[in-house]
């Protein structure tokens, strides 16, 4: 974090290849905090991931490492995936009970 006064330098972003020749991976140089540029990833299909990874977006901004701004856009994106798949699971249970309730009135 930055004291009252100080200023933060502009951030330049660079694209360094992955060691594999694949996708560009992007990292920071400058004034920042070494930034690792594979970052711990929790699967994102699950309400327990998404939880998981919402928890950790929280704690790098507490600790400054990742800036505010940043960490709102990335907790609304995680919030909006919850309620995604919140949505579908709800979606799933309802088709089950609802084939279910067929398959009786069948017999």
């Known amino acids: 974090m930055f004291r009252h006064g100080e200023r933060e330098m502009p951030r330049k972003r660079s694209l360094t290849p992955s060691k594999r020749g694949a996708d560009p991976k992007l990292t920071l ?46 907790g609304y994106l995680l919030v909006s995936l919850g309620k995604l798949s919140e949505s579908e699971l709800i979606e799933n249970r309802l088709s089950r009970l609802e084939h279910t309730l067929e398959e009786r009135e069948h017999e």
């Open 29 to 74: 140089v400058g004034p920042t905090k070494a930034v690792d540029p594979t970052p711990r990833r929790f699967e994102l299909n699950t309400l327990r991931g998404i939880r998981r990874e919402l928890s950790a977006v929280y704690r790098l901004a507490r600790t400054g490492e990742l800036p505010l701004p940043d960490a709102c856009k990335l």
